[in-house]
C-alpha cells in the first residue's frame, strides 16, 4: 500500500505573543512546527504501513526551510519525503495550494490513500484537503476518527460530525482528512532521527510537476488579502469576591438576562 | 526608477524607503526587516498579503495584483445561501445565513436565493419563504436524505453552472467545509473560510470576507476579484437568523437531474448520534466547560447539571480531554472545536492560548479558577477566584430558581 501524507509547516501557535505597545504578532523566537493535525495523519499512515506493507511518502509545499518538517517526518517513520518550493508559488491560497499538491502528487505517481490533517493550525481553513481530491477527482472522507477496516479495495471509516459520526465506505484510491481522535502519534525513533539527518529530500520546482503556470500562486489565486489587522485584545473584567453563596447569587443575577433568553 | 526587485510580485521602492520600520512592524509574518536602512523583505516567508503595503506611508511598496485581464463578470447575479439539512430538519446555521444574505443582496439590488438539497423536502421551501427567500432551488431525491461528498457537490456544481449567482454562503460546518471546498474547485471560484463579518463593496460588487487567522490574533479581509461566485462558509452563531415572515412568497425551482448525477463513490453505512448531551457544541447559545481544575472525571457531573439546567453545552479543555475524563468531541479549542455563544463559562480551566484560540470570540466569558493568575482571568468578562467545585452546584442552584426549573 502506497500511502502519500500531505502536510504544512507553521509556527508553533503556543508560542506566538501580542506585542502589548503595538498590538501585532511578535514573531522572533517562534518555533516552526509540524500543524498539529498532521501529526496524526503521519502518524495513521505509518501504522497503516506497518499493519498492511508498503511506504509513506510524505509531501509538503513551502519555503526551502519547510524541509526540517519533512525531516521530521521521516524520523517518525515515513519512507520518502517531497518538498514542492518555487518563488512562483508565493501568495497561493487554498485554490492554487491545492492545485500545486494535486499536480506533486501526480508526478509522485500511484497511491491508495491520500491522508491529510483535518485544517492547518495557522490558516484554519480546512479547504485544502478537500481541494486536492477535487483536482484529483477522488472520493475524500473528511474529519475521519478512525479507519474500522482496510484493504486493497476498500476502507471503512468513520467521520465525526456535530452530533456523533458517520460510518462512511469509500473505495481506494481515496482522501482522508483526520482528526486529533484517531490516534496518539509515536515519538522519533533514534534509528528514524539518524535516517531523516542523513535524508535530503528532492525539491521539485513548478516546471517540475509540469504545473500551469497560470494557476499558481498569487496569480492561480482566485481569493486576495487586502486587509489585515489586529483585533483589539479582550480585555479582562470583573473580579468578582465574596462568600460562595453571595458569588454564586451576584454572577447568577448579572447573566440574568441571557440565561432566560437561551437557557 | 530603480527598485529593488525580490520577486515578480512585490518591489520596495528604495528611493521612497525612508527606512521608518512601519512595514517591519505591520508584517504579521515577520518576513520584513531593515538592511542598510532600507526595508528587505524575506521571500520565503513572504505571503504577499499585502499588510506592509497599507502600512506604508510613503507609497515605497508595491504589491503586484497581475489578476490579468478584468473579466466580465455581469453575468452573475443573486446571492445564495447553501441551507444545510440533517434528517430534514433545516439547520439553524442556514437561517443566521438567509438573515446575513438578505442585507447583502439588498445592498446588491438582487435576489436573495436558498438552495436546498435532500430527501423528502415536503414543507421546507414554506419554511424558507419565510426566512426571507426570494428564490429557492431545491433538489429532492432520495439518494440525497444523507449528506454524501459526490451527489452534492455534482449537483451544486451544476446549479452554479446553470444559474451564475454572484455570491454563495455556506456554513462553516462538517457538511459545509467539506463540501464547497470541492465546489469552489471545480467551478474556479475563489473562497473564504470561517468568516466572521461580511460586507459589500457597493461601487465594485465586491463582497469583503473578514476571518480570523493564528487562532484569532489577526484578521483578514479577503476579497475575490475576477472569479464568480464568491464563495464563503460562516461560522455558527455570529450573524443573526433572518426573522420568521409567513407572508413572504418565496418563487419555487424544483430540479430534477439524470440518474447518474445522484451516484456517489462512498457509501454511508450507519449514522451515529452521540446522545450523552442534548446540545451540541457548534451550535449552543450556552456553553458549560471543565478542565483539570475540577480535580477528577467525576466532577464533571457538576458541569453537567449546569449545562442541563442552562439548556446549555458541555465543553472541556484539552487536557481533560488528554486525560480521558470526557470524549474528544467536547474539546475546545485549537485541536478541537472553536465556538462562539453568548455565554461561556469555564470551571477549572486554567486558560492556555490553545483553549483561548477557540472560546475567545464568546460574547460573555465567565471563569471560575483557584489561581489569580489564571491565565483565563486576562479575558474573562467575570472572574471568580475560588473552588469550581463549590462555586458551581451553588450557580446551578441559582439559576434553577431563576428559571424556575
Same mark, same amino acid.
Given at each position: 500500500m502506497h500511502i502519500i501524507v500531505c502536510i504544512k509547516q507553521v509556527p508553533n501557535t503556543t508560542d506566538v505573543k501580542i506585542d502589548p505597545a503595538t498590538n501585532t504578532l511578535i514573531r522572533d523566537g517562534v518555533e516552526s512546527v509540524i500543524n498539529p493535525f498532521d501529526a496524526y495523519a503521519i502518524e495513521e499512515a505509518v501504522r497503516l504501513k506497518e499493519r498492511l506493507g508498503g511506504k509513506v511518502t510524505v509531501l509538503t509545499m513551502g519555503p526551502p526551510q519547510a524541509e526540517n518538517a519533512l525531516k521530521e517526518a521521516l524520523s517518525l517513520g515515513c519512507d520518502d519525503a517531497v518538498l514542492v518550493s518555487d518563488r512562483k508559488f508565493a501568495g497561493s491560497d487554498t485554490w492554487a495550494t491545492s492545485y500545486t499538491l494535486s499536480m506533486a502528487v501526480k508526478k509522485i505517481g500511484a497511491f491508495d490513500i491520500i491522508l491529510c490533517g483535518k485544517q492547518a493550525s495557522d490558516g484554519d481553513t480546512a479547504q485544502v484537503g478537500p481541494g486536492i481530491s477535487a483536482h484529483l477527482n477522488i472520493p475524500q472522507v473528511t474529519y475521519v476518527k478512525e479507519i474500522k477496516e482496510i484493504s486493497a479495495e476498500k476502507a471503512t471509516v468513520a467521520r465525526m460530525t456535530e452530533e456523533g459520526h458517520d460510518i462512511v465506505e469509500t473505495p481506494l484510491p481515496c482522501l482522508l482528512t483526520v482528526v486529533k481522535e484517531i490516534n496518539t502519534p509515536r515519538l522519533p525513533s533514534l534509528k528514524g532521527k539518524m535516517r531523516a539527518k542523513a535524508a535530503k529530500p528532492p525539491v521539485w520546482t513548478a516546471e517540475d510537476i509540469a504545473a500551469d503556470p497560470a494557476a499558481l500562486g498569487l496569480e492561480g489565486s482566485p481569493t486576495r488579502v487586502v486587509k489585515i489587522f489586529t483585533p483589539a485584545p479582550r480585555k479582562g473584567g470583573e473580579i468578582l469576591s465574596g462568600d460562595t453563596a453571595d458569588l454564586a447569587k451576584e454572577l447568577a443575577e448579572l447573566l440574568k438576562d441571557v440565561a432566560i433568553q437561551h437557557g | 526608477m530603480w527598485r529593488y526587485n525580490m520577486a515578480d510580485s512585490i518591489a520596495i521602492f528604495l528611493d521612497k524607503c @525612508? +527606512? $521608518?520600520t512601519l512595514c517591519v512592524k505591520a508584517c504579521p509574518f515577520g518576513a520584513i526587516r531593515m538592511a542598510n536602512k532600507k526595508a528587505v523583505i524575506d521571500m520565503a516567508v513572504c @505571503? #504577499? $498579503?499585502g499588510a506592509c503595503v497599507e502600512a506604508c506611508k510613503f507609497g515605497a511598496i508595491e504589491l503586484k495584483s497581475s489578476s490579468g485581464p478584468k473579466k466580465d463578470l455581469s453575468k452573475y447575479r443573486d446571492v445564495w445561501v447553501f441551507c444545510e439539512q440533517k434528517k430534514g430538519v433545516v439547520q439553524s446555521i442556514s437561517f443566521e445565513l438567509l438573515g446575513e444574505g438578505k442585507k447583502l443582496a439588498a445592498k446588491l439590488g438582487v435576489k436573495l436565493c436558498a438552495v436546498i438539497l435532500g430527501g +423528502? #423536502?415536503?414543507g421546507k421551501a414554506e419554511e424558507l419563504s419565510a426566512r426571507g427567500a426570494d428564490k429557492i432551488y431545491m433538489v429532492d431525491h432520495p439518494a440525497l436524505k444523507s449528506y454524501q461528498d459526490d451527489p452534492y457537490t455534482e449537483i451544486l456544481v451544476r446549479l452554479v453552472e446553470e444559474y451564475s449567482p454572484e455570491i454563495l454562503l455556506c456554513g462553516a460546518t462538517t457538511i459545509g467545509r467539506s463540501l464547497i471546498s470541492r465546489v469552489a474547485v471545480k467551478t474556479n471560484a475563489g473562497l473564504t473560510a470561517d468568516c466572521t463579518g461580511l460586507d459589500i463593496d457597493e461601487k465594485e460588487r465586491l463582497l469583503l470576507q473578514t476571518r480570523p487567522a493564528f487562532g484569532g490574533n489577526i484578521m483578514a479581509t479577503i476579497i475575490t476579484p475576477n472569479h464568480r461566485p464568491q464563495m464563503a462558509t460562516v461560522r455558527h452563531k455570529v450573524m443573526k437568523e433572518a426573522a420568521v415572515d409567513g407572508s413572504n412568497r418565496a418563487e419555487l425551482i424544483k430540479k430534477t437531474y439524470p440518474g447518474e448525477v445522484f451516484n456517489s463513490r462512498t457509501r454511508l453505512l450507519d449514522v451515529v448520534e452521540e446522545i450523552e448531551d442534548t446540545v451540541n457544541l457548534a451550535e449552543a447559545d450556552i456553553v458549560v466547560s471543565g478542565g483539570r481544575g475540577l480535580g477528577g472525571p467525576e466532577n464533571f457531573a457538576v458541569i453537567k447539571e449546569l449545562a442541563k439546567t442552562l439548556n446549555a453545552a458541555v465543553g472541556a479543555s484539552r487536557s481533560a480531554v488528554d486525560s480521558d475524563w470526557i470524549p474528544y468531541s467536547h474539546q475546545v479549542g485549537q485541536t478541537g472545536k472553536t465556538v462562539c455563544p453568548k455565554l461561556y463559562i469555564a470551571c477549572g480551566i486554567s486558560g492556555q492560548i490553545q483553549h483561548l484560540i477557540g472560546m475567545q470570540s464568546s460574547d460573555i466569558i465567565v471563569a471560575i479558577n483557584k /489561581?489569580? /493568575?489564571?491565565?483565563?482571568f486576562k479575558i474573562a468578562t467575570y472572574g471568580i477566584v475560588g473552588d469550581a467545585m463549590e462555586i458551581v452546584p451553588a450557580l446551578t442552584k441559582e439559576f434553577k430558581r431563576i428559571l424556575k426549573k
Amino acid at each position: 500500500m502506497h500511502i502519500i501524507v500531505c502536510i504544512k509547516q507553521v509556527p508553533n501557535t503556543t508560542d506566538v505573543k501580542i506585542d502589548p505597545a503595538t498590538n501585532t504578532l511578535i514573531r522572533d523566537g517562534v518555533e516552526s512546527v509540524i500543524n498539529p493535525f498532521d501529526a496524526y495523519a503521519i502518524e495513521e499512515a505509518v501504522r497503516l504501513k506497518e499493519r498492511l506493507g508498503g511506504k509513506v511518502t510524505v509531501l509538503t509545499m513551502g519555503p526551502p526551510q519547510a524541509e526540517n518538517a519533512l525531516k521530521e517526518a521521516l524520523s517518525l517513520g515515513c519512507d520518502d519525503a517531497v518538498l514542492v518550493s518555487d518563488r512562483k508559488f508565493a501568495g497561493s491560497d487554498t485554490w492554487a495550494t491545492s492545485y500545486t499538491l494535486s499536480m506533486a502528487v501526480k508526478k509522485i505517481g500511484a497511491f491508495d490513500i491520500i491522508l491529510c490533517g483535518k485544517q492547518a493550525s495557522d490558516g484554519d481553513t480546512a479547504q485544502v484537503g478537500p481541494g486536492i481530491s477535487a483536482h484529483l477527482n477522488i472520493p475524500q472522507v473528511t474529519y475521519v476518527k478512525e479507519i474500522k477496516e482496510i484493504s486493497a479495495e476498500k476502507a471503512t471509516v468513520a467521520r465525526m460530525t456535530e452530533e456523533g459520526h458517520d460510518i462512511v465506505e469509500t473505495p481506494l484510491p481515496c482522501l482522508l482528512t483526520v482528526v486529533k481522535e484517531i490516534n496518539t502519534p509515536r515519538l522519533p525513533s533514534l534509528k528514524g532521527k539518524m535516517r531523516a539527518k542523513a535524508a535530503k529530500p528532492p525539491v521539485w520546482t513548478a516546471e517540475d510537476i509540469a504545473a500551469d503556470p497560470a494557476a499558481l500562486g498569487l496569480e492561480g489565486s482566485p481569493t486576495r488579502v487586502v486587509k489585515i489587522f489586529t483585533p483589539a485584545p479582550r480585555k479582562g473584567g470583573e473580579i468578582l469576591s465574596g462568600d460562595t453563596a453571595d458569588l454564586a447569587k451576584e454572577l447568577a443575577e448579572l447573566l440574568k438576562d441571557v440565561a432566560i433568553q437561551h437557557g | 526608477m530603480w527598485r529593488y526587485n525580490m520577486a515578480d510580485s512585490i518591489a520596495i521602492f528604495l528611493d521612497k524607503c @525612508t +527606512g $521608518c520600520t512601519l512595514c517591519v512592524k505591520a508584517c504579521p509574518f515577520g518576513a520584513i526587516r531593515m538592511a542598510n536602512k532600507k526595508a528587505v523583505i524575506d521571500m520565503a516567508v513572504c @505571503t #504577499l $498579503c499585502g499588510a506592509c503595503v497599507e502600512a506604508c506611508k510613503f507609497g515605497a511598496i508595491e504589491l503586484k495584483s497581475s489578476s490579468g485581464p478584468k473579466k466580465d463578470l455581469s453575468k452573475y447575479r443573486d446571492v445564495w445561501v447553501f441551507c444545510e439539512q440533517k434528517k430534514g430538519v433545516v439547520q439553524s446555521i442556514s437561517f443566521e445565513l438567509l438573515g446575513e444574505g438578505k442585507k447583502l443582496a439588498a445592498k446588491l439590488g438582487v435576489k436573495l436565493c436558498a438552495v436546498i438539497l435532500g430527501g +423528502g #423536502l415536503e414543507g421546507k421551501a414554506e419554511e424558507l419563504s419565510a426566512r426571507g427567500a426570494d428564490k429557492i432551488y431545491m433538489v429532492d431525491h432520495p439518494a440525497l436524505k444523507s449528506y454524501q461528498d459526490d451527489p452534492y457537490t455534482e449537483i451544486l456544481v451544476r446549479l452554479v453552472e446553470e444559474y451564475s449567482p454572484e455570491i454563495l454562503l455556506c456554513g462553516a460546518t462538517t457538511i459545509g467545509r467539506s463540501l464547497i471546498s470541492r465546489v469552489a474547485v471545480k467551478t474556479n471560484a475563489g473562497l473564504t473560510a470561517d468568516c466572521t463579518g461580511l460586507d459589500i463593496d457597493e461601487k465594485e460588487r465586491l463582497l469583503l470576507q473578514t476571518r480570523p487567522a493564528f487562532g484569532g490574533n489577526i484578521m483578514a479581509t479577503i476579497i475575490t476579484p475576477n472569479h464568480r461566485p464568491q464563495m464563503a462558509t460562516v461560522r455558527h452563531k455570529v450573524m443573526k437568523e433572518a426573522a420568521v415572515d409567513g407572508s413572504n412568497r418565496a418563487e419555487l425551482i424544483k430540479k430534477t437531474y439524470p440518474g447518474e448525477v445522484f451516484n456517489s463513490r462512498t457509501r454511508l453505512l450507519d449514522v451515529v448520534e452521540e446522545i450523552e448531551d442534548t446540545v451540541n457544541l457548534a451550535e449552543a447559545d450556552i456553553v458549560v466547560s471543565g478542565g483539570r481544575g475540577l480535580g477528577g472525571p467525576e466532577n464533571f457531573a457538576v458541569i453537567k447539571e449546569l449545562a442541563k439546567t442552562l439548556n446549555a453545552a458541555v465543553g472541556a479543555s484539552r487536557s481533560a480531554v488528554d486525560s480521558d475524563w470526557i470524549p474528544y468531541s467536547h474539546q475546545v479549542g485549537q485541536t478541537g472545536k472553536t465556538v462562539c455563544p453568548k455565554l461561556y463559562i469555564a470551571c477549572g480551566i486554567s486558560g492556555q492560548i490553545q483553549h483561548l484560540i477557540g472560546m475567545q470570540s464568546s460574547d460573555i466569558i465567565v471563569a471560575i479558577n483557584k /489561581d489569580p /493568575d489564571a491565565p483565563i482571568f486576562k479575558i474573562a468578562t467575570y472572574g471568580i477566584v475560588g473552588d469550581a467545585m463549590e462555586i458551581v452546584p451553588a450557580l446551578t442552584k441559582e439559576f434553577k430558581r431563576i428559571l424556575k426549573k
